[in-house]
């Protein structure tokens, strides 16, 4: 019995609707002093998180940054409003258009709440200029920044809606940020043009400590009446806290020059035998290994390194001190687990040529090619035979409502995982959950079945079995993944699902299918269904766009609700092994506002002293309306094919002589 | 350990009234500790008598230190390489390359008069030197630093070189980037020849200043 590494995944799925009211403050994840705008002033990947707590108002905001000049934040705000609340879903913009110069000042436009023209939309224009430790910002606002109730500002009945944008008659509004360098506090103060219950115009100042590196608390206060605290959390994976490679230093590389070849040459074994000793210094396990005429053929894998270029770069490194002179080429295969998924293909004359160099990357990136991998391999050294394996893991997972609550309403599930491993294409796996914390409004099972809004009907407070499936993955061609799985998928579905992805390792997009027939199942219970069936059938492209590694997964097709729609998923991966997305979608049956939803994945190297490739999963949004909705739990292929995409290793080359 | 350094530079730059050499010796020298380091002992009889060429190779920023041997030629540039694979590449006296400290400085291109490379004796270096200091970064094209040297030769003395004596010219290097940022390197050159005895030097906006010992210099 082996038990995987114990981690926790934390997710927070956040259930929105249309906001409505009466009140707006916070501005969506975009550069705030208190709650007016400041200057977008940060840089590319600067990732933020914040929790807003006041008395009327809670928020929960990301504010990712793809580049110098464009913030982008996605807010899910709760309004409480008499004796209910309401919640929405901003997507915001601060759109950097002039830099500060040294008598000049910044020039930053934003729109908050794009595509909606409810109570938390608003646009501004602000210049800014930066003296020594303060930043000072005076502008215009509309909408939110305007009036104290900002609400239908427009007449555009889309699901787009953008005739209110810049309308209506503007406000000023000033704010000074300094950070006081003593303690790391931040101290700021502002002046809004909008009124409220208490004066015609708004102050406000706020004073934030560092509590942690990277996470800072501030509690602000206006002559409103409206006191709060804000949680943020500050990172830039570009910039880790710890440096990740200072383990251990890679093997010297020897160039194949000069008199090599006059001395006795080592044989297979022998090769394979040194290989794989030097490599276990590195965490790096030979899996299979053949050496035939001028090739080396190597299946490489780590546990710990989540750059497969410098896997490759150690492993090169090492055939370059030991394997014998006529050997030409190195093949190092990458293995995902169920698949054999790229040859990369290394010219030794090339990394011969590079090593040391100062574009050494470079001319390793010239010397190197990709290939599928064979269907069928001959056997080879190291290649042993899989031993059947029962493991299992336990997973803690926080969900928040928006929908239904009053308050931050949270639920806290704790998941029991189990997985029976047949061979590395098989396994059978469940997981049995149970809330031990439910503030959710538990609702009667409903009349008739529905795709997802009836979440909150199944039952509570009891252990119940949230899925389980068997899987299988198999390769038809050398480029064609294909997956069959059957089951319970999902705490509402059960059923069976095929996928197929098409993907070629010389370029990087990927298309793929996924069909899928599931009954609902029953509210209580384990095993029974309700008398409700669906199927789906859609269509994926993945692409790696840039490179700056970004990516994007468009999905189109019939979903659970029968209705024909299509999801954008957009998103960074990091060299690191960060992960950071944001998604969106449409369906024929929907005419509200675009919903927006957000995830970012942290390798648990950075989370946990273990380390390791695993990741802690934080998203926010994704699935709650009827509309738009898979099935999710069938194991969707590209989950476990995108560490293999070109894109990314190319992205991780720098790393190949480290 | 980068903050140290670029801060120590930059107040000393600018305070024109100070002991500047003095004190930015000792702030190069003796950096304050963020990490702590534990440096091995070495045996120079061991060493001299195998006749091998050996640096003592200290990482203050990262908090390693290693003692490396000198493995290979490359280019004209020797390799050392200590047991764990940690190591630097020296081009003369200027660290070339740095593996398993850190961040790792893949390369340094420089002027083909540097007398760093050449080892020159103090009087004959040339007032500024321009190097180039290529680190990784994402995708297959290194981030590039370029930096301007300015040098000031200090005094003669005797220092204590990992248990030997040597009479050695202290220089002072102070470099600019051409994004504003600042680093100090200071070198003790044999007093008689040029050739680097012990040098601590700039290497990546991460890992800072490296310091680097000859225990027994290459020999070709």
């Keep these: ?443 009667d099972p409903p009349a008739e079945p529905q795709p997802r809004s009836d979440f909150t009907s199944y039952a509570p407070d009891i252990a119940y079995l949230q899925s389980l499936s068997v899987r299988h993955r198999f390769r038809v061609a050398p480029e064609i993944y294909s997956r069959v799985s059957a089951g319970l998928f999902e705490r509402a579905y059960g059923g069976v699902s095929g996928e197929m992805i098409w993907r070629d390792p010389e370029q990087n997009f990927a298309l793929g299918l996924e069909a899928t027939y599931v009954q609902k199942r029953a509210y209580e219970g384990w095993f029974g269904f309700e008398d409700a069936d669906a199927s789906t059938l859609i269509g994926s492209l993945y692409a790696n766009v840039g490179r700056n590694g970004d990516y994007l997964v468009l999905d189109a097709g019939q979903h659970l609700a029968g209705d024909f729609a299509v999801g954008l998923t957009v998103g960074r991966n990091y060299r690191n092994g960060w992960r950071i997305s944001a998604s969106t979608g449409w369906s024929e049956e929907r005419d509200s506002a675009l919903k927006f939803g957000a995830e970012i994945a942290i390798p648990l190297s950075w989370t946990s002293p273990d380390a390791g490739k695993g990741t802690t999963n934080l998203s926010v949004g994704g699935q709650s309306g009827d509309f738009g909705s898979r099935v999710s739990g069938t194991g969707l292929l590209y989950d476990e094919l995108r560490t293999s995409d070109k894109r990314r290793i190319e992205d991780g080359f720098g790393e190949f002589w480290n | 350990m980068i903050k140290v350094v670029f801060s120590a530079g930059l107040i000393l730059a600018l305070s024109g009234c100070l002991d500047t050499f003095g004190q930015m010796r000792d702030a190069i020298m003796n950096p304050d500790p963020e990490v702590e380091m534990v440096i091995p002992g070495v045996n120079r009889a061991a060493i001299e008598q195998a006749d091998l060429a050996a640096v003592l190779m200290l990482s203050p920023g990262t908090g390693i230190a290693a003692v490396g041997i000198a493995i290979q030629m490359r280019d004209g540039r020797i390799i050392y390489n200590a047991n764990d694979n940690r190591g630097v590449t020296l081009d003369g006296g200027l660290i070339y390359a740095t593996l398993g400290f850190g961040t790792n400085l893949q390369a340094v291109t420089t002027q083909s008069n540097d007398p760093l490379v050449t080892e020159a004796k103090a009087g004959d270096w040339p007032a500024e030197v321009t190097r180039t200091y290529h680190v990784s970064q994402r995708g297959t094209v290194f981030a590039q630093f370029t930096a301007v040297c300015r040098n000031q030769v200090g005094r003669q003395l005797v220092i204590d070189v990992v248990d030997a004596n040597r009479r050695v010219v202290e220089v002072l290097e102070t470099c600019a980037t051409q994004e504003g940022d600042t680093f100090n390197n200071i070198h003790y050159l044999d007093a008689a020849t040029g050739r680097v005895w012990r040098t601590n030097q700039w290497t990546g906006p991460v890992q800072g200043n490296m310091q680097v010992d000859v225990i027994d210099q290459f020999a070709p």
């Design chain 1, 1 to 443: 019995m082996t038990r995987p590494t114990f981690g926790m995944a934390l997710t927070a799925l956040l259930s929105t609707s249309v906001a409505t009211g009466v009140m707006a403050e916070g501005i969506g994840g975009l550069s705030q002093a208190v709650d007016t705008p400041r200057a977008a002033s940060g840089i590319a990947d600067d990732l933020t998180i914040h929790l807003d707590f006041r008395e009327d108002y809670r928020a929960l905001s990301f504010g990712l940054q793809p580049s110098d000049w464009l913030e982008i934040g996605i807010s899910f705000p709760t309004y409480d409003e008499g004796g209910g609340s309401s919640s929405g879903n901003e997507l915001s913009f601060g759109l950097r258009l002039w830099e500060e110069r040294s008598y000049l000042p910044g020039l930053t436009v934003g729109v908050v709440g794009f595509g909606s023209d409810d109570r938390g939309s608003g646009e501004y224009v602000l210049a800014s200029k930066t003296m020594g430790s303060v930043q000072a910002s005076v502008g215009l606002g509309w909408g939110r920044y305007a009036q104290d109730i900002a609400v239908d500002r427009g007449d555009d009945e889309s699901i787009v809606r953008t005739d209110h944008l810049f309308v209506g008659d503007p406000e000023p509004l000033a704010n000074i940020v300094w950070d006081t360098g003593y303690k790391s506090l931040i101290a700021a103060a502002e002046y809004s043009g909008v009124g409220g219950a208490e004066a015609d115009d708004t102050f406000g100042a706020s004073l934030s400590y560092e509590v942690l590196e990277g996470l800072r608390v501030a509690g602000f206060v206006t002559n409103q009446g409206s006191v709060g605290v804000r949680l943020v959390f500050a990172a830039n994976p570009t910039r880790p806290f710890v440096q990740t490679d200072i383990n251990r230093g890679p093997h010297p590389y020897v160039e194949n020059r000069g008199l090599r070849a006059g001395q006795p040459q080592p044989g297979e074994q022998q090769v394979f035998a040194l290989l794989k000793e030097r490599l276990e210094e590195d965490d790096i396990q030979i899996r299979r290994f053949a050496m035939r005429g001028d090739t080396i053929d190597v299946t490489a894998a780590s546990n710990m390194d989540p750059v497969f270029a410098r896997v490759v770069g150690r492993v090169a490194r090492v055939l370059s001190a030991i394997a014998p002179a006529n050997i030409t080429t190195f093949r190092v295969t990458q293995n995902t687990g169920a698949f054999d998924s790229n040859v990369v293909v290394l010219d030794r004359a090339g990394l011969d040529d590079a090593v040391g160099a100062p574009d050494a990357a470079a001319l390793a990136w010239d010397a190197t090619s990709f290939e599928a991998s064979p269907l069928n391999r001959p056997a080879a050294l190291g290649e042993s035979t899989f031993q059947p394996r029962f493991s299992y893991g336990f997973t803690p997972v926080l969900k928040a409502d928006f929908i239904t609550s009053d308050t931050l309403e949270l639920t806290g599930t704790f998941n029991a995982n189990a997985r029976y491993t047949f061979s590395p294409q098989t396994f059978v796996s469940g997981s049995v959950g149970y809330r031990f914390l439910n503030q959710w409004t538990q609702e």
